[in-house]
């Protein structure tokens, strides 16, 4: 990989570690809110906010969710900066082979190749529960 390669593909990193930290920001911002509501025991809303209730834990868990994977992307673009630094960017990290280059422009921070991706999604496939319906509410 040339300096030329590695210079756009740590602007790439850059504008996304930009996107993530304002999507946390917005994340953050949004829980605060909602558990400020909850805490300020406000009556006047309270039957409104009953009905609501069960999205609304949906969508703190579905935020909170997202800011976990925010953390983790975050994680992966500083890593795949270090490895810029390094000029080892662009190499698979369990075999070593160089990472597609389409690959890379789409998920600049991506430490695998696509072949040793599927592989890690497989294992962790494997070792989760198959289905989250228990068998009498299948089918
Ligand atoms: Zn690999």
Known sequence: MTKKDLDRYK?????K????????????????SQSQRDASGDLSG?????AD???DSYDREFSLGLATNAQQ?????????KRVQEKHFGDCQTCGKPINRR???AIPYASLCIECQSKEETKRRGAGPSSGL???LRG
């Open 11 to 15: 602007k790439l990193l850059l504008k």
């Open 17 to 32: 570690k930009e996107e993530v930290l304002r999507a946390m920001k917005h994340i953050e911002q949004d829980t605060l």
């Open 46 to 50: 309270y039957t409104l906010h009953m």
């Open 53 to 55: 209730i069960a999205t």
């Open 73 to 81: 992307i975050l994680y992966e673009i500083e890593e795949a900066l």
């Open 103 to 105: 690959r890379l422009t």
């Open 134 to 136: 228990p068998p009498e």
